[in-house]
């Protein structure tokens, strides 16, 4: 991969505009914070922007409170689309006109190499991972911080080194992170180990509503979103809570139900047998084989119907 057009157009220009997918994850705002402290370490002026707001447990990264979910009216000269497989991933209007030049950096399968410049490896456990690579292809020293930020993008999109895209590359990418000052402890603490006791409120609401299907084959738990608000919890609470959904003895896909009443996100994992990424896309959401995401225009009930249904045709399942 030549990274020669990426780092011109990084060198070339002044004012850049960051964004990432809606409900940010751990790879998403890992990824923005590092590209953003590249630019600015080249004196650069940067602006992170995305819809939603930095989730609590990520908080802990450096400069995350530089995020702002407040449109910032530019001029911009650069546009840089993070983790993302088309612009409408970000869930906000006017991403075609923001800026002339636009950087896609991603690396999911269905990206539509969108922009004037697209690095997109689908091979690669993260856009962390992309992140790290062209830190050390141009040789750049980058601080403890930053380190714990690349550690964090790439552990959370591993699953915390549980899924299928965890291989001897990814470990040794994050050995080195860990020589350069990343503090693993503290990214698993504050990511997989630390709950308000509101949030451990709202995970316990979620259990309460597990369903098996398809003899056990399929695992099901809702959220529903009124109850955020409801118990004082936030959206990040239930960060995670999709993965257990696939944790069962016999169990090859799980998703959890996020819905309001008139919509139903789905949030897709599977154990490896089942390529979920297609199921999402199919219905127009995305991501990989394993962990994927899709949202139907429907209450709760006829939203589930019409999944099941999906499901049991793309696996014969009765």
């Not at 890992?30 to 370490?41: D, I, K, N, T, V």
């Not at 490896?121 to 380190?147: C, H, K, M, S, W």
Request: negative net charge; charged residues 20%.
């Amino acid at each position: 991969m030549t990274w020669a057009k990426l780092r011109d157009l990084t060198e070339g220009n002044a004012r850049f505009l960051i964004s990432s997918h809606v409900n940010p994850d751990g790879d998403s705002i890992g990824s923005q914070l590092a590209f953003s402290w590249y630019l600015r370490s080249l004196g650069k002026k940067v602006t992170i922007y995305n819809r939603d707001a930095v989730p609590t447990k990520l908080a802990f990264l450096h400069d995350a409170d530089m995020i702002t979910t407040s449109r910032p009216p530019g001029p911009f000269d650069v546009f840089v689309v993070l983790d993302s497989s088309n612009p409408h991933r970000l869930g906000w209007k006017g991403t075609d006109s923001i800026a002339p030049i636009v950087i896609n950096i991603d690396h999911h399968r269905d990206n539509t190499l969108f922009g004037d410049c697209h690095i997109v490896n689908t091979n690669a456990a993260a856009t962390g991972e992309l992140i790290y690579r062209f830190f050390a292809e141009e040789g750049v020293a980058y601080p403890p911080t930053v380190a714990e930020i690349l550690y964090t993008a790439i552990m959370t999109d591993t699953g915390g080194f549980r899924f299928a895209n965890t291989n001897g590359h990814v470990l040794r990418i994050c050995a080195d992170l860990a020589d350069r000052g990343a503090d693993c402890a503290r990214a698993y603490r504050n990511v997989y180990a630390s709950h308000s006791p509101n949030g451990l409120l709202l995970r316990s609401r979620i259990w309460s509503t597990l369903q098996f299907h398809f003899d056990t084959r399929l695992c099901t738990m809702e959220l529903p979103v009124a109850a955020i608000e409801q118990l004082g919890a936030s959206y990040g609470d239930a960060e995670g809570m999709a993965d257990t959904t696939v944790t069962a003895v016999g169990t090859e896909i799980g998703m959890l139900l996020k819905y309001t009443e008139s919509e139903t996100h789905f949030s897709l994992r599977s154990n490896g047998t089942i390529d979920v990424g297609k199921i999402a896309r199919d219905v127009g959401g995305g991501g990989h084989e394993c962990a994927a995401g899709c949202t139907m225009p429907l209450a709760l009930e006829p939203a589930r119907r019409s999944m099941l249904e999906i499901i049991g045709r793309v696996t014969g399942w009765r």
